[in-house]
């Protein structure tokens, strides 16, 4: 069973940047698709971008597409997602997530269908 630990979170300003990274452990990276969810105070958890366990094909919410790219090295156990060009609207708690799957090129949008996440790490942009 995967841990998941996510970093980076911070306050900036609006047109900044940061990168987050969700470090992983007790299980082999490279087995599972994995993905980045947010979810903003009174709003529903969001998916933002997810990423295959091996091929690397990506996919991304409109919201943050050209924006965002989420990346992963199986290395070193770890996701990351470089957030460019913030917006208020970005605020938001940033939780990684990982599925355990077979298949070298699955892409899930959909948060009941990762099983294991990480904890959470707060991105504030400032206006």
């Known amino acids: 069973q995967v841990q998941l630990v996510e970093s980076g979170g911070g306050l900036v300003q609006a047109g900044g940047s940061l990168r987050l990274s969700c470090a992983a452990s007790?299980?082999?990276?490279?087995?599972?698709?994995m993905g980045w969810f947010r979810q903003a105070p009174g709003k529903e958890r969001e998916f933002v971008a997810a990423i295959s366990r091996i091929v690397g094909d990506t996919y991304y919410a409109n919201s943050v597409k050209g924006r965002f790219t989420i990346s992963r090295d199986n290395a070193k156990n770890t996701l990351y997602l470089q957030m460019n060009s913030l917006k208020p609207e970005d605020t938001a708690v940033y939780s990684c997530a990982a599925a355990w799957t077979t298949e070298r090129s699955t892409l899930m949008s959909r948060a009941r269908e990762y099983p294991y996440w990480g904890q959470g790490t707060q991105v504030t942009v400032s206006s």
């Open positions: 007790g299980g082999t990276f490279s087995r599972y698709a």
